[in-house]
């Protein structure tokens, strides 16, 4: 069995003739919090997509475990990765806990299983009001949570989530990143997930890739990528970094001040 939940070797995607991902090589060691950074239209989301095996890719593998992706069916894919899109579109008033249950369908269970196993995973989430709302009428934020719920109750060892807390204040978003620690810590998940907020990150995740013009320009674990001259070249943006005062963590902060011709990237950035 490999070390690595997640092995990428040489990946590369194509929309017609634009490259949007080229030469990936990563891996995503089991039990790790991961955060995929980096601008808009960088490739973060397609790089979780491809993983899903929902788009096409040119060339490249991607092993979940060892196995080749490609080599696994589309419901023994299901029982390895849950993931959570940045938008869910449905054209049917679905209710949210039936939304939840549809985890649960890779594994043939009754209906009065799912609906148990949904029930919790709504609870967990803070949403078991919304049980009976359609998913259509509640907010972004609500189903973000209910998306959240539905990879709970589908179980699987790896969850792949994008912008998973876009929509929520900063409570729920603590809420969140605190709920998937302790499943990473308490169940040994994989947790990949596509964020914006450095400072979240650094608070809560165990390793970082950084993703820019479609190649990975950086990774590493949190204290070896948030460093304040590296994150200037990292972000184009002056930054500071100091210990958070309650914990062994960086925080990051963002100056006012532009950054100079010499600051900027050139090249490309090395890796950790």
Do not use: W
């Amino acid at each position: 069995m490999s070390d690595a939940a997640i092995d990428i070797q040489g990946l590369l995607v194509r929309a017609g003739e634009r490259i949007i991902l080229s030469d990936i090589s990563c891996s995503f060691p089991k039990g790790e919090f991961i955060g995929i950074l980096g601008p808009n239209g960088a490739g973060k989301t397609t790089l979780l997509r491809a993983i899903t095996g929902f788009i096409p890719t040119k060339s490249g593998q991607i092993k979940l475990s060892g196995t080749p992706l490609s080599s696994l069916t589309s419901t023994q894919r299901a029982m390895q990765m849950a993931f959570l899109p940045q938008n869910l579109d449905t054209p049917f008033h679905f209710k949210v806990l039936d939304i939840v249950m549809m985890g649960r369908y890779a594994y043939g269970s009754s209906r009065q299983e799912a609906r148990k196993q949904a029930t919790k995973a709504l609870k967990k989430c803070g949403i078991g009001h919304l049980s009976e709302r359609s998913f259509s009428s509640i907010s972004g934020g609500e189903r973000n949570l209910v998306l959240l719920a539905r990879c709970l109750c589908q179980d699987s060892p790896i969850f792949l989530l994008d912008e998973a807390t876009s929509n929520l204040d900063i409570r729920r978003k603590i809420d969140v990143f605190e709920l998937l620690r302790q499943e990473v810590r308490e169940k040994g998940r994989t947790v990949v997930i596509v964020i914006h907020d450095i400072n979240l990150a650094s608070l809560y995740l165990d390793r970082l890739i950084f993703i820019k013009d479609g190649k990975i320009a950086c990774h590493g674990t949190v204290k070896q990528i948030i460093e304040a001259d590296y994150l200037t070249r990292v972000f184009e943006t002056r930054t500071i970094v100091m210990n958070h005062p309650e914990c062994d963590r960086p925080a990051v902060l963002f100056s006012r001040r532009s950054v100079t011709s010499e600051q900027r990237p050139k090249g490309g950035l090395s890796h950790v």
